[in-house]
């Protein structure tokens, strides 16, 4: 017999469980959740869990609707905004572990994408959302518009070198030294210290020891 779910509290997509209520007609348990936009529904558990329910009809209005989203394309700050809050809240989504799982929030003002768009204004072309502090939750102190190569450098398991008195990633070496990150984590991999990875230019060969 399967344990009874205990859902109260828990988070899905832009909804949070409140209370159970009775079972509909079909035995289903049934819960009251209330959506981040104020509106409150009642959602099959199951439906919950698997992730068919994870709003109060809201998500679909949004992009049907707004934000410039009658013409059938979704806006590219809208889709940031949207996996924004599905990385910090639905724990179902693939990226859940690495964002919500671990801590990181969405600040209150941005659940609604209006105070999102307020703050960051339009993603611009090449760009995507970004926390400066990788251990930082979303908020506009902390979150700007990147490019792809500054949002490389700002990753989590971005190895970090030190030579010669300075300390930065692999990626800022290789822009200052003009060796690609692929050789550089090549020579590091093959047992080359970090002297060794950073100052042999490439095509010449690497300095023997006695």
Known sequence: ?????????????????????????????????????????VVAGSHLVNGHTNSCGCFHKDIMTRH??????????????????????????????????????????????????ADMGERPEGRSLDRIDNNGNYCPENCRWATRKEQQSNR???????????????????????????????RLAAGWSVEEALSVVPGQKRKTKQ
């Open 1 to 41: 017999m399967s344990k009874p779910l205990r859902l109260i509290g828990d988070k899905f997509g832009r909804l949070t469980v409140v209370e159970r209520v009775s079972n509909n007609s079909r035995g289903n348990s049934m819960w009251l959740c209330e959506c981040h936009c104020g509106q409150t529904t």
């Open 68 to 117: 410039g989203h009658s013409t059938g394309q979704i806006s590219g700050t809208y889709k940031s905004w949207d996996h924004m809050i599905q990385r910090c809240t639905n724990r179902i989504y693939q990226q859940y572990k690495d964002y919500g799982g671990r801590g990181i929030v969405v600040c209150r003002r941005w659940l609604k994408f209006e105070n999102f768009l």
């Open 156 to 186: 989590r398991n971005n190895h970090v070198l030190t030579y010669g008195g300075k300390t930065q990633c692999i990626t800022k070496w290789s822009d200052d030294i003009g060796i690609k990150v692929g050789t550089i984590q090549y």
